[in-house]
C-alpha cells in the first residue's frame, strides 16, 4: 500500500467514524443536557446547539414545536456552540430545530425530537399507585375511612391528583455559635425548630453578628447562607440545599450558577423500608454542614427515602429527574455522590444497578446489596423463629440448658446468636403483609416466646376498610411489599377469587436450614428432619403454612434482568466506599459487605478494586466527632478526591454515562484502601490494614445468614434454586434413619438446593429497562440523537443506532 492509498484509508476511516458519531463537517447538532431527550420531564430541558463553521452563532434560529426560541439561547462555553433552556415542553412529542436563519429548505438544519413527561411523573414506570393521599402543610389525623395526611413543610395545598404542591424557598445562615444543635432546623408543625440550631432562618438584607463564613472546595469564600429550595416531583416532596448569595444581582439560572456551588451533589438516601400510600415529606436532614460548608448541594427527596418506598424502578425514576431538575435550574453538575445507611444503602445499590450512571459514586454504610434478597433473610427468619417457638421443636428440646437451645438455634442461624432473626421478625417480619394485620412479636430474647402485640395495623398506613381483606374487601388495596411495585411485576390472580394480587419472588423450595450445622454435629439428624419437615413457608397473602414458599417463575426474571437484584456487573462501574459499624444482634450484619464484594468479585474475574471497605465496631454509625472525622468526612473527601480524578482521567460523555471498572479502579486515590479501626481503638486514631488482624476482632469479624447455613452462596444472590436429588451421600459422615430419611424424601420430593448451578431465571442485568409500556420491562433503546441536515440538502441518518448497546441477557451476576 503506498502513501497516498494509506492515507485516503485513513481519511475514510476519520470520516466514517464522523459519521456515526453525527459529526459531519457542516451539520447542526442538538444535544439534551440534563436527561435523555426521551426521558425529559416537568416542561423544560437544557440544550446545547453545535453550530457549523461556517454559520455565524447571530444567524442561528431555533424553534420549539414551531415557536422561535432563539433569545433563550447564548454562547456556550464550548467553541461555535448555544445553550439554553428549553421551557413549554408539552407533554409527549416535542420538535427542536435548529437551522442556519431559517432561509430555505437547503439551509442546514437539525431536529431533535424530545419527549416530555409530566413533573409528577411516570417517565420509567407505565403507572402509579393508588391510591396517594397528598401531604398538606399541617398534619390531619385519619378520620373513619378518610386517611390521614402528612406535614409536607410547605405551606400551600396539593393542586392536582399527581400531589404537586407550590414551589417554596427558604434561606438560613450558620451560626458561630459553639455547641448549637444539628437537628433538622425547619421541622414540619407541629413541631417546633430545636432552641439553638446550627442554621438559622436568615433574613435579606441583613448581617447577624453570629453569622459565619466558609470556604468551598473550589476556594470560594463567602458568608455561610444557604438557600433550600422545597417542592414536589414524581408525587414526592424534595429539598435541595445549597450556599447561596441573596445580595446577587443575577438570578441564579442554568447557564449562570452562582460560584460558590462547586457544581458537585451530595445526595442522601433515607433508612428503613415501607410502601405507604401517602406523600410524606423526607426523613433526611438537608442541614449537612460537612457538605453545605465545602460548596456541595444537598439533595434529598421522599420518595428516594427507601421507609417511605420499597420501588426500586421509583427510586432510581426519582433520582434521575431530580438530577434533570437539578440541571435546568441550577446548572451542570459535575458528579453526584449517594449516601445513606440501611434502606439508604439499598437505595444506593439498586439505584446503581437499575440505571448505571445516575450515581457517579456510593457511600453505603449498613450495607445491604439490595431488598429483595435481603427479604429472603427476613422471611427464613421469621419461619424459623415460629418454628422455634412451636411444639415440634420445643418436644425436641426437652431436656437441654437455655444456653445449649441458644447454640443450635444460633448454628442454624448463622449469626451471633438467636437475637438476629428475632429482630429481623420483629422489625420487618410483616412487611409483605397484604391486609390488616397484629405483628406477631418475640417477646423473650432467651426463650424466643413470642405473642401478637399492639394494635391492628397496615402496610399503606390506610384506614383498615380501605386495605384487603379476603372475606369482606377482597379488592381493597393491597400493601405488600410486591404491590407497591405491581407497574414493574405485573398482576395474577389472587387466592381469593376476583382479587388481584402483584407478582411475587420469594421462594425456599429445596432449602435445606441447617444444613453445615448438622455436618458440624451442631444439630441432630431429628432436629435436622424435623426442621425442614415443619419450617414451612408462605402463601401469596404471606400466611404462614405447611408447604414451602413459591416464587413466580416470571418475577425471577424480570428481577434480575432490571437489576433489582443488585448486580455484581453494575456495581464494579463505580467508586463505592463502604462503611460498615456494628450491629450483629440487630438487622444490619457484617457479612452484607462482603456478599456485595463476592458480587462484584464474581462478576469482574475477581476484581473489586472499585469497591473500599472500613469496618468499625464501636456502633452502627460514627457517634463522636473524631469518629465522624476518622469515617463519614474522610469517605466524603476520599470520594471527591476519587470522583474529580475520574472526571479527568475518563469524563462522562453524558450526564448519565457510564463509566468501566478499570477506569474507575485507574482514578482510585492513594487514600482508597480497606482498612479497620479496632474496637478498642473509640477514637478511631489508628487505621488497620491488616485485613487477618480486622478479623480476628470479634466485632470486625462476619458471620452468616439462614441460606449460608443452607449451602448457599456469600453473594445471596439466588431467589429461587434449582434443584437436585437427594442423595445420602452429600451428608458424610451423618447417617440417618430409614424412617428419617423417608420424611426427608416426602419433605424433599422435588429435591433440594444445588448450589452450584446458577437460580431460576439468574441471568445478566439488562438494565435500564424502561416499564412505560406495561410490567416486565424493556431495554431502554439508544439515546436520541438530532437528525441533521446539511447546506446540500441531504438528511443524515444519525438517530437511533445500536452503538454496541447489549440487548441480549446473559447468564451472569
Request: include cysteine.
Amino acid at each position: 500500500m503506498n502513501f497516498i492509498q494509506s492515507s485516503f484509508l485513513a481519511l475514510g476511516t476519520v470520516l466514517a467514524v464522523a459519521a456515526q458519531a453525527g459529526e459531519h463537517p457542516s451539520d447542526f447538532q442538538v444535544v439534551a443536557l440534563s436527561n435523555r431527550a426521551d426521558l425529559v420531564s416537568g416542561g423544560d430541558a437544557l440544550l446545547e446547539v453545535r453550530v457549523p463553521k461556517n454559520v455565524p452563532l447571530n444567524q442561528v434560529t431555533l424553534r420549539l414545536n414551531g415557536r422561535v426560541v432563539t433569545a433563550a439561547f447564548r454562547a456556550g462555553a464550548t467553541s461555535h456552540t448555544l445553550r439554553g433552556v428549553a421551557t413549554g415542553l408539552v407533554d409527549g412529542d416535542n420538535e427542536f430545530v435548529a437551522e442556519a436563519g431559517g432561509r430555505g429548505h437547503d439551509e442546514p438544519q437539525a431536529r431533535l425530537k424530545i419527549t416530555n413527561h409530566p413533573i409528577g411523573g411516570p417517565v420509567l414506570l407505565g403507572s402509579q399507585t393508588t391510591p396517594w393521599i397528598c401531604a398538606t402543610p399541617t398534619p390531619v389525623a385519619e378520620s373513619g375511612n378518610t386517611p390521614a395526611s402528612n406535614a409536607s413543610g410547605l405551606t400551600t395545598f396539593a393542586v392536582d391528583a399527581q400531589c404537586n404542591i407550590a414551589t417554596e424557598y427558604k434561606l438560613f445562615y450558620r451560626t458561630t455559635t459553639a455547641g448549637c444543635s444539628t437537628a433538622l432546623p425547619d421541622p414540619s408543625p407541629p413541631s417546633a425548630p430545636p432552641a439553638s440550631a446550627c442554621f438559622k432562618p436568615y433574613t435579606v438584607g441583613t448581617t447577624p453578628a453570629d453569622l459565619a463564613t466558609t470556604t468551598t472546595t473550589a476556594g470560594v469564600t463567602v458568608p455561610y447562607i444557604v438557600r433550600v429550595e422545597r417542592g414536589t416531583l414524581n408525587r414526592g416532596i424534595y429539598d435541595i440545599a445549597v450556599l447561596f448569595d441573596p445580595s446577587s444581582a443575577m438570578p441564579w439560572t442554568a447557564l449562570t450558577p452562582q460560584p460558590q456551588w462547586n457544581g458537585k451533589v451530595v445526595y442522601s438516601f433515607g433508612a428503613s423500608t415501607g410502601q405507604p400510600r401517602l406523600q410524606f415529606r423526607s426523613e433526611q436532614n438537608w442541614a449537612d454542614d460537612a457538605a453545605l460548608s465545602r460548596g456541595f448541594m444537598v439533595v434529598d427527596n421522599s420518595l428516594t427515602d427507601s421507609l417511605f418506598n420499597s420501588n426500586r424502578v421509583l427510586n432510581a425514576e426519582t433520582l434521575m429527574m431530580m438530577k434533570e431538575h437539578i440541571v435546568d435550574t441550577y446548572g451542570e453538575i459535575t458528579y453526584t455522590l449517594g449516601n445513606g445507611c440501611s434502606g439508604g444503602s439499598i437505595q444506593q445499590n439498586t439505584a446503581a444497578s437499575i440505571f448505571p450512571g445516575l450515581l457517579d459514586g456510593i457511600q453505603p454504610s449498613c450495607d445491604f446489596p439490595d431488598s429483595i434478597t435481603t427479604g429472603l433473610e427476613v422471611t427464613d427468619c421469621v419461619l424459623l423463629v415460629n418454628f422455634y417457638a412451636g411444639p415440634e421443636w420445643t418436644a425436641l428440646m426437652s431436656g437441654f440448658t437455655q444456653a445449649q437451645i441458644i447454640a443450635k438455634k444460633t448454628a442454624i442461624n448463622g449469626h451471633l446468636d438467636q437475637v438476629g432473626c428475632q429482630s429481623w421478625n420483629n422489625a420487618f417480619g410483616f412487611n409483605n403483609k397484604p391486609g390488616n394485620y397484629v405483628p406477631v412479636l418475640v417477646i423473650n430474647q432467651t426463650t424466643g416466646a413470642i405473642a401478637p402485640v399492639g394494635a391492628p395495623r397496615n402496610n399503606c398506613r390506610l384506614p383498615a376498610a380501605l386495605v384487603y381483606d379476603p372475606v369482606s374487601n377482597p379488592t381493597g388495596t393491597r400493601c405488600g411489599d410486591a404491590d407497591l411495585s405491581a407497574a414493574v411485576w405485573g398482576t395474577t390472580a389472587g387466592i381469593v377469587p376476583g382479587s388481584v394480587r402483584a407478582l411475587q419472588t420469594g421462594d425456599n423450595v429445596g432449602i435445606q436450614y441447617g444444613l453445615n450445622a448438622l455436618l458440624a454435629g451442631a444439630i441432630t439428624p431429628e432436629e435436622f428432619v424435623t426442621l425442614n419437615e415443619k419450617i414451612g413457608g408462605f402463601d401469596a397473602d404471606f400466611n404462614r403454612g405447611a408447604a414451602r414458599t413459591n416464587a413466580d417463575l416470571e418475577a425471577l426474571g424480570i428481577a434480575y434482568r432490571a437489576g433489582i437484584v443488585a448486580s455484581g456487573k453494575n456495581l464494579g462501574k463505580l467508586p463505592i466506599i463502604d462503611s460498615r459499624g456494628y450491629d450483629e444482634q440487630g438487622i444490619h450484619y457484617i457479612w452484607r459487605s462482603f456478599a456485595e464484594r463476592a458480587r462484584i468479585d464474581a462478576a469482574n474475574d475477581g476484581n473489586h478494586g472499585n469497591q473500599v471497605m472500613w469496618r468499625y465496631g464501636t456502633g452502627l454509625l460514627p457517634a463522636t466527632p473524631a469518629q465522624f472525622a476518622a469515617v463519614t468526612l474522610k469517605s466524603l473527601l476520599t470520594m471527591d478526591t476519587w470522583l474529580s480524578n475520574l472526571n479527568v482521567s475518563a469524563p462522562k460523555e453524558t450526564l448519565n454515562s457510564v463509566r468501566t471498572q478499570s477506569e474507575v479502579t485507574l482514578g482510585k486515590p492513594a487514600t482508597a484502601f480497606d482498612l479497620c479501626f479496632l474496637t478498642g481503638d473509640v477514637t478511631f486514631s489508628n487505621p488497620v490494614t491488616d485485613m487477618a488482624l480486622c478479623d480476628a476482632d470479634p466485632r470486625l469479624a462476619k458471620h452468616a445468614s439462614p441460606r449460608q447455613v443452607a449451602g448457599g452462596p456469600l453473594a445471596e444472590n439466588i431467589l429461587k434454586c434449582r434443584p437436585k436429588p437427594l442423595n445420602p451421600f452429600d451428608y458424610g459422615p451423618v447417617l440417618f434413619s430409614s424412617a428419617q430419611w423417608a420424611r426427608l424424601q416426602i419433605t424433599f420430593s422435588d429435591g433440594v438446593c444445588d448450589w452450584s448451578e446458577k437460580g431460576v431465571g439468574q441471568r445478566r442485568a439488562a438494565s435500564p429497562l424502561t416499564f412505560a409500556d406495561g410490567p416486565a420491562g424493556k431495554q431502554l433503546p439508544p439515546a436520541p440523537v438530532s437528525h441533521p441536515r446539511s447546506g446540500d440538502g441531504r438528511d443524515h441518518d444519525d438517530g437511533d443506532h445500536d452503538r454496541g448497546h447489549d440487548h441480549h441477557d446473559r447468564d451472569d451476576d
